[in-house]
């Protein structure tokens, strides 16, 4: 199955390739906030992270190469954290998170 994050591009590229990958947040939440629904993840990095400047990337994560504990807080399974590091040959994928004219982020494309 494969879930979303949102950072911005130059805090993922600023992560060692050879280490786990740990968002900002992680030091404040403890997980890494996900979810597996391209229009919920608009929905959310509108909501916190909008008024954000610079490019923001989706991290598309292929749950079945996740060294880290997963857990979905929500009874649709929408919002997985990751319980630790996300080990870099579990992002599948690394796309622009693309936005609208009035500066909304559009959903990622599926693959």
Known sequence: ?????LTPK????????NAVYLPKLFTEDGFIHCTREPDEMARVANRFYRSENGPHIYLY???RKLQARTVYDDPERKYPHIYG?????AVVAVKLARRDARGNFLP???L
């Open 1 to 5: 199955m494969i879930i979303y994050h």
């Open 10 to 17: 130059r805090f993922y590229e600023s992560q060692k390739k």
């Open 61 to 63: 994560i292929d749950t």
């Open 85 to 89: 590091g996300l080990n870099h040959d």
């Open 108 to 110: 990622p494309e599926k």
